[in-house]
């Protein structure tokens, strides 16, 4: 009987052990929390917003900005009439006005350069005076323009910066390279000027961070019979950047878009984007 008991203690007591293991909780690795790196800023394109503002955002996204290339003396009567239709709908604050200083050096000489063009000069000052940005759009403007070494970029932008400086347009904070072209050696220059580098895909900041962006041109010479078309395929794409959180620019070119359907394209766009209950 003495036995008998000692073996049923034993038993109890194992029993006692057995349910404390099985209740304790299981031993789970600490969970390695993924750390989503702060987008850097955007020169001022876009302001720094809470969750609570993006996520109203998405519901009711601002109208993209517009970046109007080529602004120079020589497309004069074009900008005004591009002008005329963005003034339409109150857009001075969402349009970026991409300068050139001197345009086509190789075959005008000094003929358009800013300088010889106060006229036009005061009007970019008016103009900004009404919320139009002016940011700079290479030096020359010619073929290829930043394709080049970096002591021909550092040259073409201490020339430029120093002209726009000069004329009353300091403190510039976006570069659009003509016709796109870059180099590692030219986008190094440019980014040592303090400037962040528009392309059609990418925000590329001073500090070399990249942001993705949709910026695409519609307007290239286009019918009027073309319109519609177009506009469906920018609109199509307009809303498909806003699902998926990427800013959107429309780029535009004096001269082009004031052929045919162009005007009538950007009227037509801007009279959506701003009436959302429209896209």
Not at 71 to 93: H, Q
Request: hydrophobic letters at 35%; aromatic letters at 12%.
């Amino acid at each position: 009987m003495r036995r008998l008991g000692l073996v049923l203690v034993t038993i109890g007591l194992l029993g006692i052990i057995v349910g404390s293991i099985l209740r304790s909780p299981p031993n789970i690795s600490p969970q390695i929390k993924e750390v989503s790196h702060p987008r850097p800023q955007n020169e001022g394109i876009h302001e720094s917003m809470t969750e609570e503002k993006e996520e109203k955002q998405k519901n009711s996204p601002e109208p993209p900005l517009v970046f109007v290339h080529d602004v120079t003396p020589y497309y004069f009567d074009d900008l005004r009439e591009i002008v005329a239709v963005l003034d339409e709908y109150n857009y001075s604050n969402r349009t970026v006005l991409f300068v050139i200083p001197v345009f086509d050096p190789d075959h005008y000489g000094d003929e358009w350069s800013l300088r010889n063009h106060p006229d036009f000069v005061e009007y970019l000052h008016e103009l900004q005076m009404r919320g139009y940005r002016v940011e700079l759009h290479g030096y020359g403007h010619t073929y290829h323009e930043f394709n080049c070494s970096y002591e021909t970029a550092k040259e073409k932008l201490d020339n430029a910066t120093a002209m726009m400086t000069s004329l009353g347009f300091g403190n510039l904070t976006l570069f659009l390279p003509p016709a796109w072209a870059l180099n590692n050696e030219s986008l190094k220059a440019i980014l040592e000027h303090n400037l962040t580098v528009v392309t059609p895909d990418w925000l590329i900041f001073p500090n070399g961070t990249r942001q993705r962006i949709w910026n695409r041109e519609y307007t290239w010479y286009i019918e009027r019979n073309e319109v519609e078309g177009r506009l469906s395929v920018a609109l199509h794409d307009y809303r498909k950047a806003i699902e998926e959180g990427i800013p959107f620019y429309l780029s535009v070119h004096p001269g082009v878009i004031n052929y045919g359907g162009g005007l009538e394209f950007l009227r037509e766009f801007l009279d959506t984007v701003c009436r959302p209950e429209k896209s």
